[in-house]
């Protein structure tokens, strides 16, 4: 009874808000149907008690779908989008893909033939349905048409810097994100080249003219790094552009390039120096922050995630009183082994190694992780600085089982 009463709020709401409540077409001046901007000869949409009607037989036939009728039961049915469309004329009840639709008003039946409401019918079809009064015609156009190039636009740029300026009003993000913050404008510029990136959209399916549901892979491979994602959106046009209104990741692998032993030996063999000040000063960081020492886990931490820290995160709790708060409650501790500098340039730096993470904090015993990592760090003031880590053993895949893949 509720997935009714819902159904029933749907079809009067699309019926009620439609723009196609004003005025009525002269008697000697038909309205026009347009399909994907071509003019359907002989089907002539018609406006009765401020519901735009469309004859189902001339439509059905124009859009390609399959009708029939039983003279027996006088059940009018079809075939729209692969899914069955049953209806009688004068009830109020139509059956779609086994759905109970409610209308507002009684089926009709106009100079001998059988009337459907246009808007609802182009729903079920996957249409928008846009009236100009002043040229009594009618434009039907497949949901997202022309929508692709935003829709891109709008993938890449949440891949890149997940601005809460790209989610929708309702996406439950916004509650641990500071907006006055600009993520867009403060994303940094690195020295690592990007040797490929692409945004594939693997699957996209329209639910109504405002909304999708997408799944879509990201490959990005730079000099340090091979990664590739497949996210599943949720995304809705609000407020004259698309923005995601929920994501998940359900595919993630990432891989050391092939050439990085290459790379690696290039760099011990012409810049060996250099690379032993960035493992000294890594260690340094490590040996600080196992101590508790603020002052010099500070000094080696870069600037720019404290930075972005104290900009980011809500109320007072600065990046220094987060660590001060971490070493007061916390043993944790972590120990880098096989370390060697796999990218080296002027600011910056990637460390690639094995870390042991352990924390001694709890009764129960040694809470520990072991993980492949590549650790980055920037040059400030004179040494380098720890920026942050990635683990390599983040290898996941449930597209299978993910509800987009089962269509």
């Known amino acids: 009874m509720v997935r009714k009463f819902a159904v029933l709020l749907l079809s009067f709401c699309l019926i009620m808000t439609t723009p196609l409540v004003i005025g009525t077409a002269s008697a000697d001046k038909s309205i026009q149907l347009f399909v994907n901007n071509v003019k359907v000869a002989g089907v002539h949409p018609i406006l009765k008690s401020g519901v735009m009607y469309v004859p189902y037989r001339q439509f059905f036939s124009a859009m390609g779908y399959k009708v029939s009728f039983d003279p027996d039961t006088r059940k009018i049915s079809g075939v729209i989008r692969g899914a069955k469309i049953e209806f009688w004329a004068g009830e109020a009840i139509i059956y779609y893909d086994g759905v109970t639709y409610y209308l507002d008003k009684e089926i009709p039946v106009l100079n001998g033939q059988v009337y459907l409401p246009l808007r609802l019918v182009s729903n079920l079809a996957k249409y928008s349905v846009s009236y100009d009064q002043s040229k009594l015609s009618v434009s039907l156009k497949p949901?997202?048409?022309g929508q692709e190039a935003a829709i891109q636009e709008l993938l890449t740029k949440y891949y890149e810097t997940f601005s809460p300026r790209l989610l929708t009003s309702?996406?439950?993000?916004?509650?641990?994100?500071?907006?006055?913050?600009?993520?867009?404008?403060?994303?940094?510029?690195?020295?690592?080249?990007?040797?490929?990136?692409?945004?594939?959209?693997?699957?996209?399916?329209?639910?109504?003219?405002?909304?999708?549901?997408?799944?879509?892979?990201?490959?990005?491979?730079?000099?340090?790094?091979?990664r590739e994602a497949v996210y599943l959106f949720d995304i809705r046009y609000e407020r004259g552009q698309w923005k995601i209104a929920n994501d998940s990741l359900i595919f993630n692998r990432m891989e050391l390039?092939?050439?990085?032993?290459?790379?690696?030996?290039?760099?011990?063999?012409?810049?060996?120096?250099?690379?032993?000040?960035?493992?000294?000063?890594?260690?340094?960081?490590?040996?600080?922050?196992?101590?508790e020492n603020l002052d010099l886990t500070t000094q080696y931490t870069d600037p720019s995630i404290i930075k972005e820290w104290n900009a980011v995160v809500f109320?007072?709790?600065?990046?220094?009183?987060?660590?001060?708060?971490?070493f007061a409650n916390s043993e944790s501790r972590y120990l880098l082994t096989d370390e060697r500098v796999v990218y080296l340039g002027e600011k910056e730096a990637v460390v690639h190694g094995k870390l042991d993470?352990?924390?001694v904090t709890y009764n129960e015993g040694v809470d520990n992780d072991k993980y492949e990592a590549l650790i980055y760090l920037k040059y400030v003031k004179g040494h380098w600085t720890y920026n942050t880590d990635?683990?390599?053993?983040?290898?996941?895949?449930?597209?299978?089982?993910?509800?987009?893949?089962?269509?």
């Open 257 to 291: 390039p092939a050439d990085i032993d290459k790379e690696a030996a290039v760099i011990m063999e012409n810049h060996q120096t250099e690379q032993n000040a960035v493992l000294a000063d890594l260690r340094t960081y490590y040996n600080a922050y196992n101590s």
């Open 390 to 407: 990635t683990s390599l053993d983040q290898y996941f895949d449930e597209r299978e089982n993910s509800n987009l893949n089962k269509n």
């Open 143 to 145: 949901y997202g048409e």
């Open 170 to 226: 309702d996406n439950l993000k916004l509650g641990y994100m500071n907006l006055e913050y600009d993520y867009e404008a403060n994303q940094p510029i690195s020295e690592i080249a990007v040797k490929d990136f692409k945004v594939t959209i693997d699957r996209i399916e329209y639910t109504s003219a405002s909304e999708a549901n997408l799944q879509v892979t990201y490959i990005k491979n730079t000099e340090e790094l091979k």
């Open 315 to 326: 109320s007072s709790v600065t990046w220094e009183s987060m660590m001060k708060g971490h």
């Open 357 to 359: 993470w352990s924390d």
